[in-house]
């Protein structure tokens, strides 16, 4: 009876094992996934040409071209609150409520791109000109916060 036992706990160990093994990778594959991204383009003016990613891993990636504050390729893992806080921001757009395109008839201005995926919503929006209100504040507070509060450089 005893070795019956030992058998069977030996047999559980191992299934569970697998299992744990088969969660993990699945994690790690969806770790990567991309859940928001951000650029914006030059314009004839100092405007910032940028691009911005956010990962399931908690993986930020700026990458600033022209007139940003930081330069290149710039990653950081971001801490539990750094994220919630950076979500915060994206999740203050009601994405549902968007067009997929918004175009002005101004001239010299910066394009930006966005893409949200959360919650089996995967939204693309064009911007170029006049956007919601909800945008143009995630573009008024989104270079400030990875600057400061996520890279940690000193206001001017």
């Given amino acids: 009876m005893i070795k019956n036992f030992r058998l069977l706990l030996i047999i559980l160990l191992l299934v569970s094992c697998k299992q744990q093994q088969r969660l993990s990778a699945n994690a790690s594959e969806q770790d990567n996934e ?8 030059s314009c004839m003016g100092p405007c ?3 691009e911005i990613a956010l990962y399931a891993d ?5 990458k600033g071209e022209e007139n940003t504050k930081l330069q290149g390729l710039n990653q950081k893992k971001l801490s539990a609150g750094e994220f919630d806080a950076f ?4 999740k203050m757009v009601k994405w549902n409520e968007l067009n997929p395109r918004y175009v002005s008839d101004m001239s010299d201005l910066p394009s ?3 893409y949200y995926n959360f919650e089996g919503n995967n939204i ?9 209100k909800s945008l143009a504040e995630l573009n008024r507070a989104i270079l400030p916060f990875v600057y400061h509060d996520i890279f940690g450089m000193q206001k001017e």
């Fill in 124 to 132: 693309a929006v064009y911007k170029y000109g006049l956007e919601p």
């Fill in 87 to 90: 979500m915060g921001l994206i």
């Fill in 58 to 62: 908690s993986t930020l990636v700026f």
């Fill in 48 to 50: 910032p040409v940028y």
């Fill in 112 to 114: 930006q791109e966005y």
């Fill in 34 to 41: 991309l859940l928001f991204s951000m650029s914006s383009s």
